[in-house]
């Protein structure tokens, strides 16, 4: 991306690095490039330490990794750009930790023709005051290299993500080419694994292991993970499916799915075996532009599965963008209104999607058992953890609950309570 007099100033913002309970990675970009950065930290205000950026030459661009944090904690912390101004993060929890913890979740967020993103970031802190991190799945921006795109959305979540660390993974309007992939670099520092290879890493996140998958490898394009990330995600699914924790992926492209780019039979073929194969408690994507909810082999006696669009953080007035809409004529959208409950609505009739039906499949069986719930409204998804127990709700514009679950699950060899659904509304 040019730096450019375009440029404006970002962050500060947080990310986790490799072990969240005792890192924390603090960028931001100045709007003349400087050398010397430093963020000075501590629990208490009268002693704060200070360190430094890696020297180098003057640049917009600013990074420290902040190691040896204590776990659960909160710190105070300033950086060299705005000595008066004083935030606050507060670290994880410890790997295998039963305490409890809550994240957020979506995608789709598609900054500059989304603007005044800072009314969801501040919907999602009222509603959710206590959750510790935010989960982004891809498409933050609506174009990875225009410099106005980022700009815009730094810009409305410059309060937000100065105080909770985003976890963020890649999206196709983000990442779908090499240049775009380069400019996503710059922005997001997670703890990569390979990112020559794609933009993909874990957490151990107290009693739950958190895989964030970069369905556009490396700006390749292709949503299906290539040799290397697959060989990673198989080899750590075997190693975490035995410690019986919660076992959660997240990734841009969908899997299960009713909006415009439907079930792709690819997607469906490579990552149902896997979830079947460790128990994965959940996988959430966006993409498609709404919420929708699967329960997939729920009569297994391992509990099953359950797949989560949660892409319709689209702002307040977009959640009809492109994905849901006419697509100029080459798709209809199939629900029957903004909501669709399969079991109350029965399954929609067949209808075109975007690929002509040639790699996807939308409203064929496996939807009508699986489908729980879908929303067409902008909404994000709460997640609570509490030992065994996953409370999750899709929580719209209004602060309406949409869709409200609570699962239970009992260890490696897990069986859910077939009761979970506390609550769908009556749509
Ligand atoms: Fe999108
Ligand atoms: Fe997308």
Redesign the pocket.
Known sequence: MEESAAFVEWGPYLSYGKDPAMSMTICWRSQQPTAGGWIKYGIDPDSMQVVKETPGTATHIHVVRLTGLEPATIYQYQISRDKDKTWTFETGLPAGSTKPFEFIING?MHAYPCNRLDRYFQLMASEAPKHDFYVGL??FVNDGLNIKHWNSLFYDGKDYLATRPLMNAT???DTDKKEKYKNYLDAWFHPYVNPVEGAYYLLEYGNAVLFFLDSCNAGRGEPLPADEQYAWLDENLAKYAKQDRWIFLFM?HQIYSTGDFSCPYIMHDVFRPLCQQYHVDAVFY??DHHYECFWVDRDADWGGTLFFVAGAGCGQHHIDHGIMGDRDGMTKYVWPGRFLNVRKHGVPPPSKNINGLVKGFRNDDLVKECQLFGVLEPNFVHVKIDGDVMELKSIGWQKQVYHHLRVNRTGAGRKWDPGCELAIMDY
């Open positions: 789709d891809g498409d999206g196709n309007h841009h966006g993409h």
